[in-house]
């Protein structure tokens, strides 16, 4: 991560902030998502949804702000200025900018139609973001191309959980099928890996044998999260603790 702000990388990849990074771009980039789908219902919450997404938007820019070794010489400003279509950091800065603009808009400019399909295109890079980001570091077995599609569905997990607890009459037809899909895809994701190559399942035994237990416990959150559809601080708070933890993994050991 730090050579992408100008500074040769060290020997750590990422650091503790990091993790807080991929918890915050995950409610943010769901949360923006769940905000414009429930601007197009045209539902009362739509605003609030907005408000908070961009907050979360604003709070992981300033991470990312904090994580660079190079934060106070503005260096990875940079990313702002040019857009490279290989690049997942290019793809996240941007999408990450015009998500909290679109946000902020629609929150307080509701009747702007033509803003509502930006806002779903900008949210769902968000969450392709991480997984992108993941996916293009040669040489590290954890991080396949099946994070791609992992780290997207335990983002919006992330943010249908983060609404149920704290807004539990919303996203109720949304949560089991939401919950459902990324525990499933967090159960294949090992199956995957052990069907891969030797890199690939010497990665999995070694976060297995190191925290086995708390990724399984992680999937299983997911999982039972869905059970629970009419209890919705019960469901929302299992799949925040699984969605937190699958991702945090898979990020710390995949280094």
Do not use: C
Request: charged letters at 10%.
């Amino acid at each position: 991560m730090s050579g992408v702000y100008g500074v040769p990388p060290s020997g750590e990849v990422w650091h503790g902030l990091t993790l807080v990074h991929f918890f915050l771009v995950g409610l943010a980039g769901g949360s923006a998502f769940l905000a414009a789908l429930s601007r197009h219902r045209g539902e009362g919450t739509a605003r609030n949804l907005l408000l908070v997404a961009a907050l979360f938007v604003a709070l992981d820019l300033a991470v990312l702000w904090l994580e660079s070794p190079a934060r106070f010489r503005f260096t990875h400003l940079w990313l702002f200025a040019t857009f490279r279509p290989a690049s997942a950091i290019s793809w996240g800065a941007w999408g990450l900018a015009a998500t909290l603009v679109l946000a902020l808009a629609l929150a307080y400019k509701p009747q702007n139609r033509f803003l509502l399909p930006l806002l779903f295109l900008s949210s769902l890079v968000v969450l392709a973001y991480p997984g992108m980001l993941l996916s293009e570091n040669p040489g590290r077995p954890l991080w396949d191309g099946f994070v791609t599609g992992l780290m997207p569905l335990t983002g919006l997990a992330l943010a249908v959980a983060f609404w149920r607890v704290f807004l539990p009459g919303s996203l109720a037809r949304l949560a089991t099928p939401v919950f459902f899909t990324a525990g499933l895809a967090a159960l294949l994701y090992p199956w995957e890996l052990l069907h891969g190559d030797a890199g690939e399942r010497a990665a999995w035994a070694g976060l297995w044998q190191e925290a086995g237990l708390l990724y399984l416990a992680g999937t299983l959150a997911l999982v039972l999260a869905g059970l629970f559809p009419k209890r919705p601080g019960l469901s929302g708070g299992l799949a925040l603790l699984g969605s937190a933890l699958v991702r945090s993994l898979i990020v710390l050991f995949g280094q």
